[in-house]
T-cell receptor
Framework: GEDVEQSLFLSVREGDSSVINCTYT??????LYWYKQEPGAGLQLLTY?????DMKQDQRLTVLLNKKDKHLSLRIADTQTGDSAIYFC???????????FGGGTRVLVKP | IAGITQAPTSQILAAGRRMTLRCTQD?????MYWYRQDLGLGLRLIHY???????GKGEVPDGYSVSRANTDDFPLTLASAVPSQTSVYFC?????????????FGPGTRLTVL
């Protein structure tokens, strides 16, 4: 969706950290999400953050939210080959439960 | 059945033909959604339903219709398919009431319109 933007591609070496960035435009966003899509499959929720939080950590995943700049990032520590996938950020606005997705970032993990 | 199922897995369709994509969930979720996924555009919402008996238009509804006769099923119909409707279609569902309201996605239907 045009209101949520992501870079198209990220290449990272196995064992390094990956950082995927996302910008959004609607300041009324309540929840922001990261979904993962593996080849030939649907999307699966990876993690999410509520808009009143700055950071959320879940094992190898760290989500940072900068509400002032409307910037969301996902850091994957110790990236593994199984992390190769397309990652989508999405925002949920204050009105309703519909999501607006970014275009997706394809992450390629090289051994 | 566990989660969301979609049928068919893939389909090649002649332009002008009518096609219904099926979606069924067994989680008793209130809300259901249809998205199309196109390269570089992410997922765009076609139609949604917040509860059985109600539907709404998403970002790209033209050429598509939906119905929600019961909680479990949410079919998407292309009345007269056109080549620009070639895409991968994903159905999703969510509880519609909880805070984070996670959406659960089906495996997708790959549709090619010639």
């Amino acid at each position: 969706g045009e209101d949520v933007e992501q870079s198209l591609f990220l290449s990272v070496r196995e064992g390094d950290s990956s950082v995927i960035n996302c910008t959004y435009t609607d300041s009324s966003s309540t929840y922001l999400y990261w979904y993962k899509q593996e080849p030939g499959a649907g999307l699966q929720l990876l993690t999410y953050i509520f808009s009143n939080m700055d950071m959320k950590q879940d094992q190898r995943l760290t989500v940072l939210l900068n509400k002032k700049d409307k910037h969301l990032s996902l850091r994957i520590a110790d990236t593994q080959t199984g992390d190769s996938a397309i990652y989508f950020c999405a925002e949920r606005r204050a009105a309703g439960n519909k999501l607006t997705f970014g275009g997706g970032t394809r992450v390629l993990v090289k051994p | 059945i566990a989660g969301i199922t979609q049928a068919p897995t893939s389909q090649i369709l002649a332009a002008g033909r009518r096609m219904t994509l099926r979606c069924t969930q067994d989680m008793r979720h209130n809300a259901m959604y249809w998205y199309r996924q196109d390269l570089g555009l992410g997922l765009r919402l076609i139609h949604y339903s917040n509860t059985a008996g109600t539907t709404g238009k998403g970002e790209v509804p033209d050429g598509y219709s939906v119905s929600r006769a019961n909680t479990d099923d949410f079919p998407l119909t292309l009345a007269s398919a056109v080549p620009s409707q070639t895409s991968v279609y994903f159905c999703a569902s969510s509880d519609g009431t909880s805070g984070k309201d996670e959406q659960f996605f089906g495996p997708g239907t790959r549709l090619t319109v010639l």
